[in-house]
Nanobody, 122 residues
Framework: QLRLVESGGGLVRSGGSLRLSCVAS????????MSWFRRIPGKEPEGVSCISTVDGSTTYADSVKGRFTISRDNAKNTVYLQMDNLKPEDTAIYYC???????????????WGQGTQVTVSS
């Protein structure tokens, strides 16, 4: 059974850090670009970051550039999102998302995890 399980969310103060993890089971990560999306209630999901499987290249939304870092460990079948200098506007449910291709095409989502809540207090 294909699964993406996120963890690491929680409540943190503005300026703090969190590290999200996404463990895949039922398939191997290696053939896929992987991404993180977030959704604020009442708004459309936003693509936060993506990591290619071709050369490990990464992309970031302008709102998180310089603060978030995506990485992957194919041997552990895990994707990470290090979030530093968090702001209240980063509050959202964060989803680990498998993409259809090896490169970062955020419109080509394939499979979503259940999400983990991140709350940043001011």
């Amino acid at each position: 059974q294909l699964r993406l399980v996120e963890s690491g969310g929680g409540l943190v103060r503005s300026g703090g850090s969190l590290r999200l993890s996404c463990v895949a089971s039922g398939f191997t990560l290696e053939p896929y670009a992987m991404s993180w999306f977030r959704r604020i209630p009442g708004k459309e999901p936003e693509g936060v970051s993506c990591i290619s499987t071709v050369d490990g290249s990464t992309t970031y939304a302008d709102s998180v550039k310089g603060r978030f870092t995506i990485s992957r460990d194919n041997a552990k079948n895990t994707v990470y999102l290090q979030m530093d200098n968090l702001k209240p506007e980063d509050t959202a449910i964060y989803y680990c998302v498998r993409l259809l291709f090896k490169i970062c095409i955020l419109s080509a989502t394939d499979y979503w995890g259940q999400g983990t809540q991140v709350t940043v207090s001011s």
